[in-house]
């Protein structure tokens, strides 16, 4: 590495730590006061997150407001067929379903048996077993499956799993969409560590590497939305399929 670069990465990490310490609390602040006024409270979500945390299950959901962004932009895009790539416990999945229209379908993959399993529970208690398809399994194993059963193509995939797959997540995804699908991938900024071209750490190079091949998709129009709040500092990457 060359001075240059351990200096930036030495900034880096620097500036993130500086970044978080004086701004989480004031962050949190903000986010409850805007979901005090936006978002009503929802006691089988709240039911969700306490199961989620009585399990052991690391504390990774997207949050309330985040939640409800993924159900506007499905409304939005008047999905029918969303695609999850990771499940964790179901939260993010009781939003996006709830988006669905009568009939509508949600298929979301998750590789951790006691993770599927919570989330299984889960959105039982929302009332969206019958909406909600779960596939146990490594998503690279079950995406061609998926494939194979002409599940898709589908009007809204979310991407939040183990990052260092990103890219291979996308390839699938734009397998699995048509024109119009809107594609979103979760912690695309990482706290600000995206910056970081030398980072040892596989999900910063996950996210770095699905954002160039976000960017170099002809197929796509592309942005990105940094988030702050309670969960820290990071963002959603948002893409339309505009070509076949």
Avoid at 102 to 113: S, W
Wanted: hydrophobic share 40%; glycine share 8%; with cysteine.
């Amino acid at each position: 590495m060359t001075d240059s670069a351990q200096r930036r990465s030495k900034y880096c990490r620097y500036y993130r730590q500086f970044h978080k310490t004086m701004s989480q609390q004031h962050w949190t602040e903000v986010e409850r006061y805007l979901n005090d006024r936006l978002i009503p409270g929802d006691p089988v979500l709240d039911a969700v997150l306490e199961a989620n945390s009585a399990a052991g299950l690391p504390p990774i959901d997207v949050s309330s407001n985040e939640g409800k962004l993924l159900q506007l932009l499905a409304q939005l895009c008047r999905a029918q067929r969303i695609l999850e790539i990771g499940t964790l416990g179901g939260y993010s999945t009781i939003w996006l379903a709830r988006a669905l229209p009568p009939g509508g379908r949600l298929v979301t993959l998750e590789a951790n048996l006691k993770h599927a399993g919570v989330a299984r529970s889960n959105i039982a208690r929302a009332g969206l077993a019958d909406v909600v398809d779960l596939r146990i399994g490594l998503a690279l194993d079950t995406l061609p499956q998926l494939e194979n059963e002409h599940a898709g193509p589908f009007d809204l995939i979310f991407i939040d799993a183990d990052k260092p797959n990103n890219t291979a997540y996308l390839a699938w995804a734009l397998r699995l969409s048509r024109k119009g699908t809107l594609i979103i991938v979760d912690n695309v900024v990482r706290d600000g560590a995206v910056l970081d071209a030398s980072s040892a750490d596989g999900s910063v190079q996950g996210a770095r590497s699905v954002l160039e091949m976000l960017g170099s998709e002809p197929r796509l129009s592309v942005t990105a939305l940094q988030t702050v709040g309670s969960k820290g500092y990071d963002g959603f990457a948002i893409a339309l399929v505009i070509g076949d």
